[in-house]
């Protein structure tokens, strides 16, 4: 019966620890795509790569917009993303936002007058609610994925 226990607990782990990696890689895969310009086949328009630099990750608050900030590295927010995703546990909420003033007018679009008097009769991207809205489609097939590596690493030649 001890054996059987130790198969059990074995197998508990593993769904668990494939169950993470699902979340983190489908989490990471928001990220890259959200993030992902028109030229390369997503929703996010691109002029400077400002608005993309801008893109943060945190798991205790959704960042805040960055009022007055002119220019965002990509490095150092690509990298604290990664490290905030993986550092995320199954259940746990993972925030992305834009800190770019502009972002909220690149991804709704507007029409009418600014705060400096400029006139606007922008459409909308909508590359957050994009990729949002394909969210389970995501997590599905980084599913397949993940079961797949594990399929492979146990494949008799």
Same mark, same amino acid.
């Given at each position: 019966m001890a054996g059987f226990a130790a198969q059990v607990t074995a197998w508990a782990a593993q769904t668990e620890a !494939?169950? !993470?990696?699902?979340? !983190?890689?489908s989490a990471q895969r928001v990220a890259n795509e959200v993030r992902q310009t028109v030229n390369e086949g997503g929703r996010m328009p691109i002029k400077t790569g400002n608005l993309r630099r801008s893109l943060l990750g945190s798991t205790t608050a959704m960042p805040s917009i960055v009022q007055g900030q002119g220019e965002f590295s990509f490095t150092d927010q690509s990298g &604290?993303?990664?490290?905030?995703?993986? &550092?995320?546990?199954?259940g746990q909420t993972i925030y992305l936002g834009f800190q770019a003033n502009y972002a909220r007018r690149m991804n709704? &679009?507007?029409v009418g007058e600014d705060s400096r008097g400029r006139s606007y009769n922008q459409e909308g991207y909508h590359f957050i609610? &994009?990729?949002?809205?394909?969210w389970q489609r995501i997590v599905m097939e980084e599913a397949?994925?993940?079961q797949g590596r594990v399929a492979g690493a146990f494949a008799r030649p």
């Open positions: !494939r169950t !993470r990696a699902v979340f !983190r890689s &604290g993303i990664e490290l905030t995703i993986a &550092g995320a546990d199954i709704y &679009g507007f609610e &994009g990729v949002a809205q394909r397949v994925l993940i």
